[in-house]
């Protein structure tokens, strides 16, 4: 690659721990500064495999000699050890040659940084990383880094949402990270419904939990259906859609950036405009942790609830739910995977004994984005005998929101009936009812809110 060509880009010097694990409260890790004992780290080693993989005089070496004086672990040696991981990842964004070097470099250079409490994965995970469908990069290169990092077929992509940058997405004092997946072997029990992708397990080191709202992941080859994060049986759920920045490859689109260097000048120069075409095709969600995702098909949108329908103790006015009995629905997929889709329209209608219609007061609500509508505020404006039936018009636009933002479309399931229950004599006092034989899509978020 010949002598040194350029400065070395310094990257901010920040090291961190975290897990990853799928916490409750989902809290940001904080950053660690202190380093944990030496533990494998052979610079040595490192020197040989940076020169076999990008020759002796390259930036590269470079760089490994400057690690080794500062230190293993140390802040610097961690920056260098980024700059170094950044140049393997530039060459491997493209056409694959050997990953065996370069998987087992990977490897040598974590070992003599600070990764957290991270445990340094074997050398079979970064083959699979560097390999033509798996990925792997570093971000933040600098504080405006927004670029992806996709899978070299182009299949998988983990980007920030719209107007955010990767340093914004981690928490406050984090200095880059590696990000990196493979797909993993699917034996078809990872999604109860119908998978229209692969499994792709994606993972960050050191491991980190992103702010909210979460880095969106997207698969680019299927288009518009929903990701499944985590497999069934555990803590599996249906993401909320996001559309991810897929592009189509025109045949003109330039080299992919080989070197720490090139990428970093990619970042400041203008693609050419013919490089390549930005669809609105892809299925994607966001998530604050990483873990397997598979592209499924929900089939279905379907209502749960835990309130309980009372066969007596309503009263004309007064709302059905309280704080010991909320009136709350989560919306599941076909197969009952927790889906966490918002602006999902629910609302409640009333039947007679003798099967006629009674108005239900504040009657509708959207669920958030945990997927989750509730009631606080429905109510009956008339006593008597009546069977509550809840529907839903499963997944639609966003109303309210960005107009013509459409969601993958997704069917209603089967409506929801309580038991019979009694309503005694009230005061009903203004009554706003949404009828979807009349009305459009009410405004979001009605006269229920978006309710935790």
């Given amino acids: ?65 400057d690690m080794k004086n500062a230190g293993a672990q140390t802040a610097q040696a961690t920056s260098l050890g980024y700059q170094i991981l950044a140049s393997i990842g530039g060459k491997y964004d493209g056409s694959q040659t050997s990953t065996s070097n370069a998987s087992q470099l990977t490897v040598a ?9 991270a445990t340094v994965p074997d050398t079979t995970v970064f083959k699979s990383a560097l390999a033509l469908t798996g990925a792997f990069g570093v971000r933040p290169l ?12 182009g299949d998988w992509l983990l980007e920030p949402p719209a107007n955010q940058t990767w340093q914004s997405m981690v928490p406050a004092g984090t200095g880059p990270i590696l990000v990196y997946g493979a797909p993993l072997t699917d034996d078809g029990s990872f999604s109860e419904d119908s998978a229209k992708s692969g499994v792709f397990d994606w993972t960050t080191l050191p491991q980190v939990t992103f702010n909210a709202p979460g880095i969106v992941i997207g698969q680019c080859a299927v288009e518009s259906q929903y990701l499944q994060h985590n497999p069934a049986g555990t803590t599996a759920e249906v993401l909320g859609f996001v559309t991810p920045s897929c592009f189509v490859d025109l045949g ?53 609830t835990q309130f309980n329908w009372m066969k007596s103790g309503f009263t004309v006015g007064k709302p059905f739910a309280s704080t010991a009995n909320p009136l709350e629905y989560q919306i599941k997929s076909g197969a009952s995977t927790k889906f966490l889709q918002d602006y999902v329209l629910i609302w409640l209608e009333a039947l007679g004994n003798q099967g006629t219609k009674v108005a239900v007061c504040n009657n509708w609500a959207y669920t958030n984005a945990d997927g989750v509508a509730q009631f606080p505020v429905a109510y009956l404006n008339k006593a008597g005998g009546y069977t509550m039936v809840s529907k839903t018009t499963g997944t639609s636009s966003k109303p309210g929101v ?23 004599n009230g005061s009903p006092g203004t009554c706003l009812t949404y ?18």
């Avoid at 405006?144 to 899978?151: E, F, H, L, M, R």
């Avoid at 203008?270 to 592209?295: E, H």
């Avoid at 997704?410 to 009936?417: D, F, H, I, K, M």
């Fill in 402 to 424: 960005v107009p013509g933002s459409e969601l993958p479309s997704v069917p209603a399931g089967s409506s929801l009936n309580s038991p019979l229950i009694n309503v005694k």
């Fill in 252 to 304: 003109l689109r330039e080299r992919e950036p080989r070197t720490f260097a090139d990428r970093i000048f990619r970042l400041f120069a203008p693609a050419p405009a013919y490089a390549a075409l930005l669809t609105t095709t892809g299925s994607g969600g966001s998530k604050r942790t990483l873990s397997p995702f598979q592209v499924i098909d929900p089939s279905q949108v379907r209502l749960t």
């Fill in 435 to 452: 009828n979807p034989a009349l009305d459009p899509l009410p405004e979001a978020p009605g006269p229920n809110g978006f309710k935790p």
């Fill in 109 to 117: 250079l974590l070992k003599c940084m600070n990764i957290g409490s």
């Fill in 1 to 65: 690659m010949g002598g040194r060509s350029f400065a070395p880009f310094l990257l901010t010097a920040a090291v961190l721990v975290g897990a990853c694990g799928e916490g409750a409260n989902d809290v940001a890790t904080a950053p660690e500064f202190a380093p944990k004992p030496v533990s494998g780290c052979n610079f040595t080693t490192v020197s040989s495999l940076v020169k076999t993989e990008f020759g002796a005089s390259s930036t590269e070496s470079g760089l490994a000699n």
């Fill in 142 to 153: 600098v504080a405006a880094d927004n670029d992806p990092v996709s899978s070299h077929d």
